[in-house]
């Protein structure tokens, strides 16, 4: 699964999983493991405000019994327990201690991309990347940072 919060360049995830992901899987599986989270959180095909670019990663309502909950990152992110986080908001502190820590609970090895540029601008640290999932995080960054 996989999860951003905002896309400026919303076919980033796709071009990125096209070189690891046999042929044909982005067609047919990712329409039901891909949920796309904005500022105003899960996005949903009855939204006024979607960009051309982010309509075709919009869920429906119906799919969730508490779609009305779903206005975080972190409440998006408990409706649909994500193993991968994708990140390009370019809002430092986006991924939280609260949102890692909640990953690794329901998944082994949580895999989290805190891809924005420049890297003060990181979703999270690699450092609190790891202390936060005692670990088990694998992460990776457009480039490097130190850990403190």
């Known amino acids: 699964m996989l999860w951003s919060r905002e896309l400026p360049e919303p076919e980033l995830p796709i071009v990125f999983l096209e070189k690891w992901l046999p042929k044909g ?7 039901v493991t891909f949920y796309m989270v904005d500022k105003q959180g899960l996005l949903f095909d009855d ?12 869920r429906k309502r119906r799919e969730f019994s508490d779609a009305a909950s779903l206005t975080s990152l972190t ?22 201690e609260e949102i890692v820590r909640a990953m690794a609970s329901w998944c082994e090895h949580p895999i ?19 202390h936060w999932s ?3 995080a694998p992460w990776w960054q457009p480039e490097f940072l130190p850990i403190r």
């Open 112 to 130: 989290i991309f805190p891809l924005s540029n420049p890297t003060e601008l990181a979703e999270a640290t690699a450092s609190d990347l790891i």
């Open 25 to 31: 899987f982005l067609k047919t599986k990712l329409a």
């Open 134 to 136: 005692d670990g088990t």
């Open 75 to 96: 409440k998006s992110g408990d409706g649909t327990r994500p193993t991968i986080l994708v990140g390009t908001s370019t809002t430092p502190g986006t991924f939280t």
């Open 47 to 58: 939204m006024d405000d979607l960009t051309p670019e982010q309509k075709p990663f919009a």
